[in-house]
Nanobody, 121 residues
Framework: QVQLVESGGGLVQPGGSLRLSCAAS????????MGWYRQAPGKQRESVAT???????NYADSVKGRFTISRDNAKNTVYLQMNSLKPEDTAVYYC???????????????WGKGTLVTVSS
């Protein structure tokens, strides 16, 4: 079984910064892609940033230049540094990993429970 635990959400003023963390644990053989998604009230979940096992990152246009995704493979942890936050960044942020629990099994998606980020004055 694979567990993801997110932390770092909270209330921040516009222009402020937050750093999200997501630690994966359990019976993990290998983690490939890791990423962050978000869902604002009344909207569909959207991809914010993803990072491959080799460190290549992709970002949604709305966060380019403001957010940075990184990972620590030794700790099975992915981070999201969020700077210059805007009210429209308010959402529940979910961690996602593509991982396999055995070498002969395919990657499966795993999700965290989410952490709320509120950007408001």
């Amino acid at each position: 079984q694979v567990q993801l635990v997110e932390s770092g959400g909270g209330l921040v003023q516009p222009g402020g910064s937050l750093r999200l963390s997501c630690a994966a644990s359990g019976s993990i053989f290998r983690i490939d892609a890791m990423g962050w998604y978000r869902q604002a009230p009344g909207k569909q979940r959207e991809s914010v940033a993803t990072i491959t096992s080799g460190g290549s990152a992709n970002y949604a246009d709305s966060v380019k230049g403001r957010f940075t995704i990184s990972r620590d493979n030794a700790k099975n942890t992915v981070y999201l540094q969020m700077n210059s936050l805007k009210p429209e960044d308010t959402a529940v942020y979910y961690c996602n990993i593509e991982a396999r629990i055995a070498p002969f099994l395919p990657d499966m998606p795993y999700w965290g429970k989410g952490t709320l980020v509120t950007v408001s004055s």
